[in-house]
């Protein structure tokens, strides 16, 4: 790859005792940053997410320390605490460290939580952004974010505490009549459902799930609100999955038809 000066302003060093958050995208590693690929490059720490694609970590260093901090086969997902506590200690040797995450480390990512443990630990750090899965995976699979046609406002929102006391705020959601992308939403799939519909959202709502996007195992299945959950169940989805509600949904099986994939 070439990388004309003219064109691309230098790159940082990324310096002993640095922490960078990056995000890797949702998966296939052609959908990398340039930024990014520099970080994985420079880095001799990698402490990365479940989320990450195995073929991405190969763009570590020979030698660099990769660090697992994630959920695997069932196990419970390390402790924030415990991720925090593991990237300070590693700028403190003096290493280069990259935490790398999914998507984009700013979106239902906590890197905000980390980047704010960096700044009380003193450790200075970096963002390098990268395509969130709820925008990117949707757009590779024929679904735009917007169009003038049917939404000027789009809501990126996390399923997974949907339990209980929140259901006003999913209704809160449904009653702006805009696009809802929902990440983490499968467990709780029921009972978001449930409160769309005492919203009065029609149950004939576009709806499209998006499974492993961007890897061998990718499916995509267009429904409706109402056949939601049953189509999650009979289609066997995995996570990670995302769903989305509302008329872009609507677009996609037209514009998928004449789509050729990257
Ligand atoms: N920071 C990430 C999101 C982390 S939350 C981002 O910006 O994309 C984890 C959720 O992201 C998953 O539960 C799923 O909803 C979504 N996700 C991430 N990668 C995905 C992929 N390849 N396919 C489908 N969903 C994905």
């Not at 929140?166 to 459902?193: F, R």
């Not at 409706?224 to 289609?235: C, K, S």
């Amino acid at each position: 790859m070439d990388f004309p000066p003219d064109i691309f302003p230098p790159f940082p060093d990324m310096r002993p005792g640095e922490v960078w958050l990056v995000g890797a995208g949702p998966g296939d590693p052609r959908l990398l940053t340039v930024l990014a690929i520099h970080a994985l490059r420079s880095a001799n720490t990698i402490v990365y997410d479940a989320l990450v694609d195995p073929r991405i970590l190969r763009l570590a260093p020979e030698g660099a320390e990769l660090h697992f901090a994630g959920k695997r086969g069932g196990r419970p997902s390390s402790h924030q605490r415990d991720i925090n506590e593991l990237i300070i200690a590693e700028a403190k040797k003096g290493r280069r460290v990259l935490r790398l995450k999914g998507g984009d480390p700013f979106v239902f990512g906590r890197g905000g939580e980390e980047a704010h443990a960096l700044v009380r630990a003193g450790v200075p750090y970096r963002i390098v952004p990268g395509l969130t899965s709820g925008l990117a995976a949707t757009a590779l699979a024929g679904l735009p974010a917007t169009t003038r046609e049917t939404n000027h406002a789009v809501i990126l929102a996390a399923g997974h505490h949907a339990e209980g006391d929140d259901s006003h705020a999913w209704e809160a959601l449904a009653a702006t009549g805009q696009p809802i992308i929902l990440y983490m939403a499968l467990a709780q799939l029921a009972n978001i459902v449930a409160a769309f519909r005492r919203a009065g959202m029609n149950p004939d709502t576009p709806a499209t799930i998006i499974s492993q996007a961007t890897s061998e195992g990718e499916k995509v299945i267009d429904t409706r609100l109402a056949d939601l959950v049953v189509d999650a169940e009979t289609h066997g989805v995995e996570a990670p999955a995302l769903i989305v509600v509302g008329a872009t949904a609507g677009l996609r099986p037209a514009l998928a038809a004449g789509m050729v994939r990257p």
